[in-house]
Structure formats: C-alpha cells, structure tokens
T-cell receptor, first 112, second 113 residues
Framework: GQQLNQSPQSMFIQEGEDVSMNCTSS?????WLWYKQDPGEGPVLLIA?????ELTSNGRLTAQFGITRKDSFLNISASIPSDVGIYFCAVYATDRDDKIIFGKGTRLHILP | DGGITQSPKYLFRKEGQNVTLSCEQNLNHDAMYWYRQDPGQGLRLIYY???????QKGDIAEGYSVSREKKESFPLTVTSAQKNPTAFYLC????????????FGPGTRLTVT
C-alpha cells in the first residue's frame, strides 16, 4: 500500500538548536499534515498544507509542501524542552475513502 | 471544555478475554475513528464511522468490533480473535468534510498477558 517515509527516525539535539525533518512519498498527495505527539498523549495537528510549494509557519515551526506534491519538510527553530515528542507527517488520501495515512514518525530528544 | 475522552488510560486483561475501550466526544463531530499505535510505528486505522449507526473497516479491522449508537460515543471492542492486542489505542473525531483535521483523545494503553 501507500507509504510515507519519514527521516530521521530519531534525533538527539541540544536545546536551542534548529531541527529539520522530512517526509517523502512515491505517490502524489494534495494535502500534507504534520502532527506532534507528546509522550503518552494523542497527536495534535500542528500544520496543514494544501498547495504545492506552500510554506506555512506556526510560531517556531515552519513546514513546506514540496513542489512535486510527493514530499514535505518540517523545521523547528530554537528548540526548547517542550518540543520533545514524536512528529508525524501524514497525507489526506482522497482516493482512499478520505483517510489519513501516517508516517512512522520522527522522535525528537532534547539534551539539556 | 470540548474534547475527546478515552477511558481508562491503562487497561490490563488476560488473554482470551474481550475488552471494550471507551471513546466519547462533545465536539459535535460527525466522524469518529479508532487507530492503533505500536512502538516505532505510525498510526493504523482500525475502524471509522461517519454517521450514527454506520461504520466502515479500516486497514486492520480483524479481531476488532465497534458500534455507533450515539453521535458522541464510538466504543471499540478488542476481541479474543485479535492475535496481538497489546498496543496504544487512539480515538479521534472530525467534522464531516474536514477529515484531515482530526482531533485525538489521550489514548488507552492496553496490555494483554
């Protein structure tokens, strides 16, 4: 079936550093999503991207929808301890009964 | 406060027993979903429902059952037929026509021994 490839699987960074993670697909999707999951909680939608090439910010987070519609990246600037968690990319698959397909996530660890 | 509640947070069962996980929402959302999450994996869709008294199988429905008798409630039963039931279960809801904007509950961690 359709798969999203997220990289890296995990990251260890120092507080204050910038973070970059990305997500690719072999298929074209018209809506890309980024969710964050805090430990032991449900995911929360961070950013939704609807247009190829679109760059969208939400505070210290910036995400881009790739021009080919097969990839997206998420950047976090000046990381803080509460950024710890798992970041999932996801796509809205209108050709699959309007389901969301999730990547496997990037687990972010922040060193003091 | 509007939101989605799942209870209990932790659940322990013996192998061979059926167990029902609760999911309630007061967001007035029409659509509700159940996902399963395993370590190092993304979320996989078990069942979803877009309207009361109707639901569809997701990608991994075998060994699970659901009901949708009320708009606010979408309980999931993990049956003894589910080969590997230990996992973190997440319930979500959305407005019809905005399936991409799903709101998740806090999850239930089920351990079967």
């Amino acid at each position: 079936g359709q798969q999203l490839n997220q990289s890296p699987q995990s990251m260890f960074i120092q507080e204050g550093e910038d973070v970059s993670m990305n997500c690719t697909s072999s298929s074209i999707f018209n809506t890309w999503l980024w969710y964050k999951q805090d430990p032991g909680e449900g995911p929360v939608l961070l950013i939704a991207l609807y247009k190829a090439g679109e760059l969208t910010s939400n505070g210290r987070l910036t995400a881009q929808f790739g021009i080919t519609r097969k990839d997206s990246f998420l950047n976090i600037s000046a990381s803080i301890p509460s950024d710890v968690g798992i970041y999932f990319c996801a796509v809205y698959a209108t050709d699959r009964d309007d389901k969301i397909i999730f990547g496997k996530g990037t687990r972010l660890h922040i060193l003091p | 406060d509007g939101g989605i509640t799942q209870s209990p947070k932790y659940l322990f069962r013996k192998e061979g027993q059926n167990v029902t996980l609760s999911c309630e929402q007061n967001l007035n959302h029409d659509a509700m979903y159940w996902y399963r999450q395993d370590p190092g994996q993304g979320l996989r869709l078990i069942y979803y429902s877009q309207i009361v008294n109707d639901f569809q199988k997701g990608d991994i429905a075998e060994g699970y059952s659901v009901s949708r008798e009320k708009k606010e409630s979408f309980p999931l039963t993990v049956t003894s037929a589910q080969k590997n039931p230990t996992a973190f279960y997440l319930c979500a809801s959305s407005i019809l026509g905005a399936h991409y904007e799903q709101y998740f509950g806090p999850g239930t961690r089920l351990t079967v021994t």
